[in-house]
């Protein structure tokens, strides 16, 4: 993985990669003109700095929102990435629920639009440069938020509607399916827009429908990711001893392993112990009951 670590927050590393730097400077490029249009300050690029600033922190307080819900529900979270979109926070985690995903996910549109709404108030008492600073940021930070809230992975919107789907039908599967395809035809989308604009006789044309190309590739590789291992994820996280058991004594060369076994854990401990049966152990170290791998496998082929 190419980035810095800058920071590390509730046991999660804050890496910084290194194509934030390269839009950073791209976004003082463009925005330095329009801050001159505007009249702001003795210098535009010095104007654009500051708001190029003020927008990395506030996407890093949208991941941060991310984080803290994550790590309330006793979700690992390896890693925090400020990227060329922004962010994305990396959750891992057997024991989730429909529900704790949900609000994990939309946390961050809610920070990014309390965010907006607060610079928003504050352009309307300023004036200046102070002004046009803070009227960009809220701007923009409400923008992210709506944009961020479009139903399709790998979008925090895309997050919601998996859970919500994933709660409804009870299959995480099904929901990664219908939320990976919107995110799909979203970039697509994007492609048309970037077209679009590229028509445009504005001298900046070019530039925003670049950035919105870039926006359309980094949709369609998580929408794409997310529909190759999202759908084996999720079907490995619906596995669960206590539900595969068989209320039958185990048969003479069962391993045993704990009932308590799930999701990837599950797997790893059939993968470090093959065998056709294992006697499932509860806390006490009383034998519970048996499961069979067969069972296990069929489970994965039958989830969603
Ligand atoms: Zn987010």
């Known amino acids: 993985m190419s980035g810095w670590r800058v920071a590390r927050i509730a046991g999660a590393d804050i890496i910084v990669r290194p194509s934030l730097v390269l839009i950073g400077i791209v976004l003082v490029i463009v925005f330095a003109p329009q801050f001159e249009s505007l009249g702001a300050g003795p210098n535009p690029y010095v104007t654009s700095v500051v708001f190029v600033l003020s927008l990395f922190l506030s996407v890093f307080l949208h991941e941060l929102a ?24 990396r959750i891992e985690g057997d024991s989730r629920h429909p529900w704790q995903e949900l609000v ?16 928003l108030w504050f352009a309307a008492a300023t004036d200046g440069v102070t002004h046009s600073v803070l009227w960009s940021v809220g701007f923009i930070n409400v923008l ?30 099904k929901g990664v399916r219908v939320a990976g395809w919107i995110g ?36 369609w590789q998580g929408a794409s990711y997310a529909l190759r291992h999202g759908v084996a994820i999720a079907r490995i996280g619906a596995l669960d001893a206590r539900d595969l058991m ?52 069929r489970a994965y082929r039958e989830a969603g």
């Not at 401990?269 to 170290?285: F, M, Q, V």
């Open 66 to 89: 991310h984080l803290a819900a994550a790590r309330w529900f006793g979700m690992t979270v390896p890693s925090v990435e400020l990227h060329l979109l922004g962010g994305e926070t």
């Open 104 to 119: 994990t996910a939309i946390v961050g549109p809610l920070c990014s639009l309390i965010l907006g709404l607060i610079a």
């Open 144 to 173: 992210i938020a709506i944009f961020n809230m479009l139903p399709g992975l790998p979008l925090d919107g895309g997050r919601v509607l998996r859970a919500l789907i994933w709660a409804v039908t009870g299959s995480e599967a």
């Open 184 to 219: 799909r035809l979203a970039a697509l989308a994007l492609v048309a827009i970037a077209i679009a604009m590229m028509l445009g006789d504005d001298v900046f044309a070019l530039g925003r429908a670049l950035l919105v190309l870039a926006v359309a590739l980094f949709l």
């Open 246 to 297: 068989r209320d039958e004594p185990p048969p003479p060369e069962s391993v045993p392993i704990s009932v308590d076994l799930s999701g990837r854990e599950l797997l790893v401990a059939l993968a470090e112990n093959p065998a056709n049966s294992y006697a499932l152990i509860d806390d006490e170290g009383r034998v519970v009951g048996t499961l069979f791998s067969a069972s296990v496998d």
